[in-house]
Every structure is written in C-alpha cells, then in structure tokens.
C-alpha cells in the first residue's frame, strides 16, 4: 500500500519536471500586437426640416416633357414704365430744320469776350408748331470768335447755341442740350455805322439751321411768375426819359437814375430800402436781376410833387445791353420792411446814334 503511493508521487514528480524543462527549451514566442478598434465616425446634424409656410429660393422640380414636345423658354414681362403726373409722349424735333432766333443781349467787341453767355428767344413758332420752339423759349449760347475790322478785313462774329431751357430759366434742371450756329460780319461803313467794332444789336433777328438731332421729353413751358398776394404798387421814374447810345464806338451812359416813390399810405421809412432789383424788361426776364450801385441811395423830391422818393443809380451797360432801340418798360420789385412786395414800372427809351 505505501510501495504504491511512492511510485504514484515519484510518477508526478517526472511529469512535473519534463514540462517545466519543455518551457525553458523552447524560444519565447513574439506577442501579437493588440488591434486597435476602428474609428468611431460621428453624424453631421441633420438640418431641421424648413417650416411648412416657408418657401425655398430655388425650385428643385425637374420638369416633366412628352415625347416631341420642345422646352419653351420663359419670357419675362418688362416692368410697366412709370408715369411721370403731367408727362407727355417724347417730342422728336428733328423734322425742324430752321428757326428764327431774336437776340435778347448787345454783343460789341468793345465789351464782349469770347466765352460769354448770350441770350436767345425764338422769335417765331417753328413750321412744324412744335412745343419745344414755341415763341418766346428760350436759348443760350456761347461766344466763340469776335474780331474787330482789320484792314480789308471784315469783322466777324460766331455764336455757338448750345442750350435750350424748357422752362425760361437757367437753371440747370431746365436747361438741355441745343445746337445751332449765328455768324455775323461786318465791313466798315456797310450800315453807315462808324468804327471798327463788330456788333449784334438787341432784337436782331436770325435764321438758324439745326445742326443734331434732338428728342425731349415735355414741352415749353415760359416763365411767368405768379404775382404774390398783397403786392403794393409804387411808381418809379429814370432821370433821364431817353438813352442814347453811339453804337460804332460804344459810348453809353456810365449810371441810369432810378426813383421810386413809396406806396400810397407809405413812407420811404417803410422802405426795405437795399431790396430794390430790375427783374425784367418788357416781356424778357433777365437772368440775374440787376442790383443797383451800393452806396448810391438818395432821398429826393424827383418829379416836385411833395412827396419823398429814394433815388438809386444803376451801372449803365448792366442795363444798356438788355435794351432794343425805341421805347421799353423797366419792371422793378422791392420790399416793405413788413416783407410786403412792391412792384414798380418805369418807361425809358433807347436811341443809337
């Protein structure tokens, strides 16, 4: 019974001891690397979905073609064209060919440079009775060549119109492109005029030939001023009834006097005494109203009538130039020192000799 448990543990002995020499004559093995669990990948957020009463920009139907029909292309309708209140259907002008001009403005050689403005009215309606030339409208021009007499040379004068005003000023929402020409020479002694200048007098007439094409979008509307309410009228008088001009040489009075007599019921104190300003003459609205001489005021008795008027001196060519030959009413506006407009009238007459 012991002999058997003896060779039973000697037996596991052995075996113990074989396996134990086995491990330590084999080679360690190489560990196998650990695999690395594959990325987790995270979701975009979906976007939320668009509300039910929101429209999308762009259309994404594909539209649906039968066999043999062709796609047609979508036409898009201009928008209407806007309504101006009180617009007319444009104007084409270029059927007139020639218009008769009057100049508004003494153009000398003696004081006239190249550059300066002239004004123009047309003198008669166009053939075609076209709006845009109706009589009176108004056009401005530029001075481009004057030469006096030279010689066996005549004098010559050139006048580019290169503005029409639609409303009978200058300003320059009113004014649009224009194109016509004056040429005008003279030789000495042809008209029994003496001197060397070259001239154009107020209220000659020319004929003009359009030289462009024009197509505007209203008609002429002349400027005629409303009269204001509660205008007072005084009387004006000038010291001298008649002006008398040598046209050859130039020689014109160097001041015009000037006396207004106030309102009835007014005084000259109730005068706003510096609001005193020629606006027009006869029927042509100067384009910048003319101021008299400062410093040129005077009370004064003109006419003896024991009734005090102020007594003003205005430059003698801010005037002269603006007259036609013969008689011509000065329109005057002036305040009270309550703001009340006054208006006063005066009749002068213009002689060249």
Known sequence: MQWNKFLRSLVLCLALSSTAWSQQS???????????SPPVLQKEPTPPAPAPNEKSTESTEIPVVKMGEQI???????????KTKGSSAPIRVEEVRTLVVESRQLVHSKNSEVGDTVYFTVSENAPDRNPIFSKGALILGKITEIEKIKSNNPGRLKINLDQLSTTGTTSSAALVPFSGTIEISREKGEDG???????????????????????????????????????????????????????????YPSKIDVYIEPPKGLSIEDLDQDSLKLVRINDFYLPTPILPIEGKIRVADHNENQVEDLGYSLKGWHVVQYLPEGASRLYFSALTKKGKPIEATATVRLEHN
């Open 26 to 36: 084999q080679p360690n093995a190489p560990t196998a690397p650990a695999q690395e």
């Open 72 to 82: 047609k292309p979508e036409v898009q309708k201009a928008p209407p064209a806007e």
């Open 193 to 251: 005029i003496d001197g060397k200048e070259i001239f154009l007098k107020v209220g000659a007439k020319k004929k003009i030939s359009l030289s462009k094409k024009m197509n505007l979008k209203s008609g002429y509307r002349p400027l005629r001023p409303k009269p204001m309410k509660g205008t007072l009228s005084a009387s004006a008088e000038t010291g001298e009834a008649t002006v008398s001009v040598k046209l050859g040489y130039l020689k």
